[in-house]
Structures are given as structure tokens and as C-alpha cells.
């Protein structure tokens, strides 16, 4: 009798613990400043560790000095506000982000150093004209969910062996992600009464938009959105078996923000920083020991992410070369 009370015991505590939720970042902005130069470029004008080279889908036509100029990164100042059916030529020439860096006064930066105190600031513009528009910020490529980490040395990316695919972990993805929880954004308002949203991705390409809160705030604020699915009794909840090896780790990724405008609100300008997103869940899998080590026998999961990673770069490749050439083709001024 007293062994199996201690079982129950161990078997009541085991389901506590798992019910636990995961809280990991997302995305933190302060991570994704300018410290790379690429070219022939004085000031550092990427971010290091979100590199990707894109020449390899360029074709044969760029000599290997153009190639080497072919890279792009999360960094702040790349990424993009997408207008709605409000895109006017003067509305998306004036949405735009950019690195900014908050005070040492600041409360959530109280005591950091310069470089934890960047921020993305965010402008848009909405046309003046009475009707709902939105506007979407999103990265300049979609972030790849299996990219390998790689290390900037000189002109060249050179891949950290034995790395599982993790390079944007925390810089807009977050693995073995089940139910999500909660979500929770650290922003500064300045008393706009528009209303603020993310929009995640998971493994299967899914997007879910999430709407946080308004803006009408003034100062640093945590946005914070429940899941109002979320069932915290293991009790009540329907419990499935699922097969494991060899399904893919469930994920979500940032696939954009989004900043919403109602007709009745007034036009113009709107600016917001953020400074991250937090995702509370509970896992998707657990990780215990096991006898066979699957991947080690088949590789069917490498495999899979191999060709999830070619293909995400081919779809990413073929955007930036694009805006590559027609970059090229843009006046630029001459100093007399």
C-alpha cells in the first residue's frame, strides 16, 4: 500500500511539472543590430548572425566580387511596412522602421549597456482619407525555420558544424511548440488609439493573427494575449497519442506585425517601438532517453530538413536578387 501511494505520488508530480508551460523569446530587437560591413561599405550595415548569402541563386551572369555583396540580415533598418489597399506611392515612401536606441533611464533598460538598448522603431503613414487600412511589418525575407548557423568572417559565411538547423532560434523561431499559452509584447506608446497585432507561422505553413491590444498608452507597456482555448487541468484535457520519430518538431516563426486603423481614427502618422516578443506553451514533446537513437539509423529528419532548407533559400534567394539588380538600376548621387 505505502509503495503505491508513493507511485501515485510520483506519477501527480510528474503531471504538475508537465503542465508547466515554456516561456522562450521569440524575437528580441536588441540582438539584431548593424555590426557586419559588407563590400566596400565604412559602417556596418547587417546583422552577423541572420546573414544569408543569396548569390548562389543568381546564376553564372555576377562575378564572384558582385556575389559577395549578395547577403541580407534581419537588421532593424531591413525590415519592411507593407500598407494595405492604402499603398500610395507617398504612404509606403514614408512607413518605414529604423534602429533606434532608447535612454539609460528607460525602466526596462535600466542599468544595460548601449547595446541592449536597441529598439525597432516602426513609422507609418495612413492616408488621411476616412477608411479602414492596416499595414504589416514584416522581415525582409520569411525566416527560415531550419537554416544552419554560420559565422561572418571576411566576405564569406562559413557554416558551424554539427549545427541542427537552430540559426534563427530566438530570432523569430521557437521550436517544440504545442498549445500556445500566452503571447506577450514589451512596446512603447504614445497615446494612438490603433490597435497592434503579430501574425506566427507554425510548421505547416499556417498563420495564425493575433491581436494584442490599442495603442493608447503612453510609455513602455506588456502587451499580453491568453489563449482563451488554453485548458489548464490535465484533467479536462483530451489526451491523444501521436506517433513520433519521424515527425517534425512543431514550430512557430514571426511572420510579421501588424499595426490596424479603424475609418473612424484620424490618418498620418503613427510611430511604436518594439522591443520583443515572448511566447508562453506547453511542449509539443517531450525529450526522454531512449534505447535507439532513430535519426542516427535512418536520417529521415535531416533529410527532410535538408530540403526544407534548400527550398526555403531558393524562395528567399530569388527575392533578394531581384531587388539586388533593381537596387543597381537606381540613380544614385555624385559628390562634384
Not at 559577395?68 to 507593407?82: F, G, I, Q
Not at 493573427?209 to 513602455?220: A, T
Request: aromatic letters at 8%; proline letters at 4%.
Amino acid at each position: 500500500m505505502k509503495r503505491l501511494c508513493i507511485l501515485i505520488g510520483i506519477v501527480l508530480l510528474l503531471i504538475s511539472v508537465s503542465a508547466v508551460a515554456e516561456n522562450s523569446i521569440l524575437i528580441d530587437f536588441s540582438m539584431l543590430t548593424k555590426d557586419a560591413t559588407l563590400g566596400d561599405n565604412q559602417e556596418a550595415t547587417e546583422n552577423a548572425d541572420t546573414l544569408i548569402d543569396f548569390s548562389s541563386v543568381a546564376g553564372s551572369s555576377f562575378d564572384e566580387e558582385t556575389k559577395a555583396k549578395m547577403k541580407t540580415s534581419l537588421a532593424l533598418d531591413n525590415w519592411e511596412v507593407v500598407a494595405s489597399s492604402a499603398r500610395t506611392v507617398q504612404n509606403q515612401a514614408k512607413s518605414l522602421t529604423k534602429d533606434s536606441v532608447t535612454s539609460e533611464s528607460a525602466k526596462p533598460f535600466e542599468g544595460e549597456e548601449m547595446a541592449n538598448r536597441h529598439v525597432m522603431g516602426i513609422r507609418v503613414h495612413f492616408p488621411l482619407s476616412p477608411f479602414n487600412s492596416y499595414a504589416i511589418i514584416q522581415p525582409p525575407y520569411e525566416i527560415p525555420a531550419y537554416a544552419i548557423k554560420t559565422e561572418f568572417q571576411g566576405d564569406k559565411l562559413t557554416i558551424v558544424e554539427g549545427d541542427l538547423g537552430t540559426k534563427f532560434d530566438g530570432k523569430g523561431v521557437v521550436r517544440n511548440v504545442g498549445v500556445l499559452k500566452s503571447v506577450e509584447v514589451t512596446l512603447f506608446g504614445s497615446n494612438f488609439p490603433n490597435g497592434f497585432g503579430i501574425i506566427l507561422k507554425d510548421q505547416n505553413s499556417k498563420e495564425q493573427h493575433i491581436f494584442m491590444d490599442y495603442l493608447q498608452f503612453d510609455g513602455w507597456r506588456k502587451l499580453v494575449w491568453n489563449n482563451p482555448n488554453y485548458i489548464t487541468e490535465v484533467r479536462n484535457r483530451e489526451v491523444k497519442k501521436y506517433p513520433l520519430y519521424p515527425k517534425s518538431e512543431p514550430f512557430r516563426k514571426l511572420a510579421g506585425m501588424i499595426i490596424y486603423r479603424d475609418s473612424s481614427q484620424e490618418g498620418g502618422d503613427i510611430i511604436v517601438y518594439v522591443k520583443d516578443i515572448r511566447l508562453t506553451y506547453d511542449k509539443a514533446i517531450l525529450e526522454p532517453v531512449r534505447d535507439i537513437n532513430h535519426e542516427e539509423i535512418w536520417g529521415i529528419l535531416n533529410a527532410r530538413q535538408e530540403a526544407r532548407r534548400r527550398a526555403e533559400l531558393n524562395r528567399v534567394g530569388n527575392k533578394q536578387v531581384e531587388r539586388y539588380l533593381e537596387g543597381l538600376k537606381m540613380h544614385k548621387e555624385t559628390s562634384e
